[in-house]
């Protein structure tokens, strides 16, 4: 039947379902990146191309290089937590069987919470007078002032992005985990092999192509954090929380200049391609090494 079409029908077939993406996706992003060479106020109906002034003066910028390390700050303290805890999890539940799926469903139920009602729920919790800091001065622990200190700031914001996201990598972790056979834990039997054996031996490298896929997504989805910070510190204090993102919306919704914001956005998407990039290419060379 494929080999009957004229070439009409293969234009239909191959047209149609890439014209919403050509509409959504790359003529938005062509005009993106035409903006990223103008100083377009975002209000004006005229503007002037700059060429590559907006990425020169964001490159050579400090507000660049502090919402930089923060992005990588941010998004190392997330991913890192966010696989080992989810990681962690799983193996525990791997081997629960008693109210198995409710434990499960309780872990996972702060991912399909909206980030947006989580930090507001967090934002009591951290106030100086709040349940964390009352919880601390039972043990006598005096505790920080979570959101308006430069030190805490990120870590309470970590926290609350780990503390939603964990229950979303055990679901991964979960699946990967109930598909190996169960002929690998007969064999660590007959060997006498320890936990600890059986979770280097087994569990760790028969997740590791989730383990790479969980990297990804969460890795993306760190860069692209906005809500928490916006709800919790509004990129403060004095810039402790600002990431790229969060710059971003300042200079195109704050600053209205939105030539320099479609530049940062260029970057971030430079950035992140890169970044994920790597990592599939160690997933592929994961891959063929399991072949070989």
């Given amino acids: 039947m494929i080999k009957d079409m004229n070439k009409k029908q293969w234009l239909i077939y191959i047209l149609v379902p890439l014209l919403p993406l050509l509409i959504f996706w790359f003529l938005p ?39 930089l390390w923060n992005t990588v700050v941010f998004s190392l303290g997330t991913v890192i937590p966010t696989l080992v805890i989810g990681f962690l999890l799983a193996l525990l539940l791997i081997r629960q069987k008693f109210m198995h799926n409710f434990i499960q469903a309780c872990l996972f139920a702060p991912w399909v919470t909206p980030m947006v009602a989580v930090s507001i729920v967090w934002s009591w919790m951290y106030q100086p007078e709040g349940l964390i ?3 601390l001065a039972h043990i006598g622990v005096s ?18 992005t780990v503390w939603k996201n964990a229950g979303w990598a055990m679901l991964f972790y979960s699946t990967a985990m109930s598909s190996i056979s169960p002929a690998y834990d007969e064999v660590c039997d007959i060997a006498g092999a320890s936990y600890w054996q059986r979770i280097r031996t087994i569990y760790f490298p028969m997740t590791l192509p989730t383990t790479l896929f969980l990297s990804v997504i969460t890795l993306i989805s760190s860069i692209q954090a906005y809500d928490q910070i916006n709800v919790l ?25 939105m030539g320099k914001a479609t530049a940062l956005s260029v ?20 891959r063929k090494e399991g072949m070989a």
Avoid: C, K
């Fill in 29 to 67: 992003m062509f005009i993106s990146l035409f903006i990223s060479f103008t100083n377009w106020d975002y209000i004006s109906p005229t503007y002037d191309v700059v060429g590559l002034e907006n990425y020169t003066d964001l490159i050579t910028s400090e507000e660049f290089a502090s919402s």
């Fill in 267 to 286: 970057i971030m998407l430079v950035i992140t391609g890169l970044l994920a990039f790597a990592i599939f290419s160690l997933q592929g060379h994961y």
């Fill in 133 to 135: 800091n009352n919880l």
């Fill in 233 to 257: 510190t509004q990129g403060g204090p004095a810039g402790a929380t600002r990431t790229l993102l969060y710059m971003f919306y300042q200079l195109a919704f704050e600053e209205f200049n």
């Fill in 143 to 160: 505790g920080p002032d979570w959101l308006s200190s430069s030190t805490f700031a990120m870590v309470a914001v970590i926290i609350v």
